[in-house]
């Protein structure tokens, strides 16, 4: 069984920074893919940033040069940097990963709960 850890969620002003984290613990033999997605109210769930085991990484063109993900290997674990948060990042920030386990079903794709985001002043 494999599950997903978020935190770093909060309140913060339009201008100021905050830095997500996702831990994936359980039996994990490889993990693929960890990226973070995002819902608004009313919006569909949208992937934010995502970081593919071999380095490359991809970002939604709105928070280009404003979000940076970064993964440590040894630790499953994924980070989201924000900065310069507009009150539009406002939302619930989901982990995700595609991995596989050590046991069946192998191939897995794992959500965690989700942290809420909120740029406001």
């Known amino acids: 069984q494999v599950q997903l850890v978020e935190s770093g969620g909060g309140l913060v002003q339009p201008g100021g920074s905050l830095r997500l984290y996702c831990t994936a613990s359980?039996?994990?033999?490889?993990?693929?893919?960890m990226g973070w997605y995002r819902q608004a109210p009313g919006k569909q769930r949208e992937l934010v940033a995502g970081?593919?085991?071999?380095?490359?990484?991809n970002y939604a063109d709105s928070v280009k040069n404003r979000f940076w993900i970064s993964r440590d290997n040894a630790k499953n674990t994924v980070y989201l940097q924000m900065n310069f948060l507009k009150p539009e990042d406002t939302a619930v920030y989901y982990c995700?990963?595609?991995?596989?386990?050590?046991?069946?079903?192998?191939?897995?794709?794992?959500w965690g709960q989700g942290t809420l985001v909120t740029v406001s002043s």
């Open positions: 359980g039996s994990i033999a490889s993990i693929n893919f």
């Open positions: 995700n990963a595609d991995l596989v386990a050590t046991i069946s079903p192998r191939n897995l794709e794992v």
């Open positions: 970081l593919t085991s071999g380095g490359s990484t």
